[in-house]
């Protein structure tokens, strides 16, 4: 079974628009830690927002906001105010346990901003 | 400061050859790890360096895949015999020593394997 799983391939949305992009995933462990990542299409890989699994606020940073609803186990994206830049790949990620292990990917969304 | 890099950006080798790809992590960080993503897909995990722990080496997809981390630093992956299947952007990334600490990603490398 696929631990992280974003259901939406491809996104669109008008410029000055909010969007949410959608995550779920898949974990016994108690303690665990969910991100958004950002890929242009560069390719660099851009760190964008992180929730952990204790947390009881959701997560802000700057235009994003992370969804978190633990008991539906899915850690939704918003993008506020849409801006052309944001078009690119955006992936959830997943960490397990209270280590610096490595991050499980999802296979991504891409998301295109109208202009 | 210096974020990750990755050396070389792009490699083109033939099938069958051996190939080292680098990663110099940003300094400090204790982390290291290695990534892969094939084209439109997602990240896949590799191999994650902790200090001087023994690697996690359970997302190598063969024993044609190995890494070291030097000086708990500079880091070097090599893929031996390589195949066509092995073409792909190979992603390095480090980060500090927390697990809530996210991980920053090096530019990656290119490989096409031939």
């Known amino acids: 079974a696929q631990k992280i799983t974003q259901t939406q391939p491809g996104m669109f949305v008008q410029e000055k628009e909010a969007v949410t992009l959608d995550c779920t995933y898949d974990t016994s462990d108690p303690s665990y830690g969910l991100f958004w990542y950002k890929q242009p299409s560069s390719g660099e890989m851009i760190f964008l927002i992180y929730?952990?699994?204790?947390?009881?606020q959701n997560a802000t940073e700057g235009r994003y906001s992370l969804n978190f609803q633990k008991a539906r186990k899915s850690a939704n994206l918003v993008i506020s105010a849409s801006q052309l830049g944001d078009s690119a790949m955006y992936f959830c990620?997943?960490?397990?346990?209270?280590?610096?292990?490595?991050?499980?990917f999802g296979k991504g969304t891409k998301l295109s901003v109208k202009p | 400061g210096a974020g990750v890099s990755q050396s070389p950006s792009n490699k083109v080798t033939e099938k069958g050859k051996d190939v080292e790809l680098r990663c110099d992590p940003i300094s400090g960080h204790t982390a290291l790890y290695w990534y892969r993503q094939s084209l439109g897909q997602g990240l896949e995990f590799l191999i994650y360096f902790q200090g001087n722990s023994a690697p996690d080496k359970s997302g190598l997809p063969s024993d044609r895949f190995s890494a070291e981390r030097t000086g708990g630093s500079v880091s070097t992956l090599t893929i031996q015999r390589t195949q066509q299947e092995d073409s792909a952007v190979y992603l390095c990334a480090s980060s500090l020593d927390r697990p809530s600490y996210e991980q920053y990603f090096g530019p990656g490398t290119r490989l096409t394997v031939t």
């Open positions: 929730q952990g699994s204790y947390d009881q």
């Open positions: 990620a997943m960490r397990e346990g209270g280590s610096q292990g490595n991050l499980i």
